[in-house]
């Protein structure tokens, strides 16, 4: 039988710089600031053989409380531009749209829902429900989870 793989969580401080730099390496090549394995390792200073041993037991923690991902519930007539006016309500709060799913509109409404990060939000949870709220074409809109 194999043994059980054990996870710690350990501060950043308390690691060896190598694996700090693993993981800076695989979050370039992830957002595109480096193409290749090669790109990243020489751009963060260390060799392509140190970012293979330790890429797969690297992994950054996110932090929950540094950011929020709320879900929210929609009821929304099925006219031309309404989900359009909703998503810009987002835009304009600076919450990041983490998907979007919408039903098939049935009796001339649709169901969707909307994930967000909303850590970065200048409007506060209540002013962008009531915006959203306000819209025409909006029957219900509300928090279904976070």
Same mark, same amino acid.
């Given at each position: 039988?194999? =043994?059980? =793989?054990? $996870?710690?969580?350990?501060?950043?401080?308390?690691? %060896?710089?190598? $694996?700090?730099?693993?993981?800076?390496? +695989?979050?370039?090549?992830? =957002?595109?600031?480096?193409?290749?394995?090669?790109?990243? =390792?020489?751009?963060?200073?260390?060799?392509?053989?140190? $970012?293979?041993?330790? +890429?797969?037991?690297?992994? %950054?923690?996110?932090?929950?409380?540094?950011?929020?991902?709320?879900? $929210?519930?929609?009821?929304?007539?099925?006219?031309?531009?309404?989900?359009? #006016?909703v /998503?810009?309500?987002?835009?304009?709060?600076?919450?990041?749209?983490l998907?979007?799913?919408?039903?098939? %509109?049935? #009796?001339?409404?649709?169901?969707v829902?909307?994930?967000?990060?909303?850590?970065?939000?200048?409007?506060? /949870?209540?002013? /962008?429900?009531?915006?959203?709220?306000?819209?025409?074409?909006?029957?219900?809109?509300?928090? /279904?989870?976070?």
């Amino acid at each position: 039988m194999g =043994t059980k =793989t054990k $996870f710690y969580i350990v501060s950043a401080d308390a690691l %060896p710089e190598i $694996f700090i730099k693993v993981a800076e390496a +695989k979050r370039m090549m992830q =957002t595109g600031e480096a193409d290749t394995v090669g790109a990243a =390792t020489r751009q963060v200073g260390i060799s392509r053989s140190a $970012f293979y041993k330790y +890429k797969d037991a690297v992994q %950054p923690f996110n932090n929950m409380k540094t950011g929020h991902i709320i879900t $929210f519930y929609a009821m929304l007539k099925d006219n031309p531009g309404v989900l359009s #006016n909703v /998503l810009s309500i987002f835009a304009g709060s600076g919450a990041n749209i983490l998907t979007i799913n919408q039903s098939i %509109p049935t #009796n001339d409404c649709a169901a969707v829902t909307i994930s967000a990060e909303t850590s970065d939000m200048e409007l506060s /949870l209540e002013d /962008l429900i009531g915006h959203a709220a306000a819209l025409e074409g909006v029957i219900k809109f509300e928090i /279904l989870a976070g």
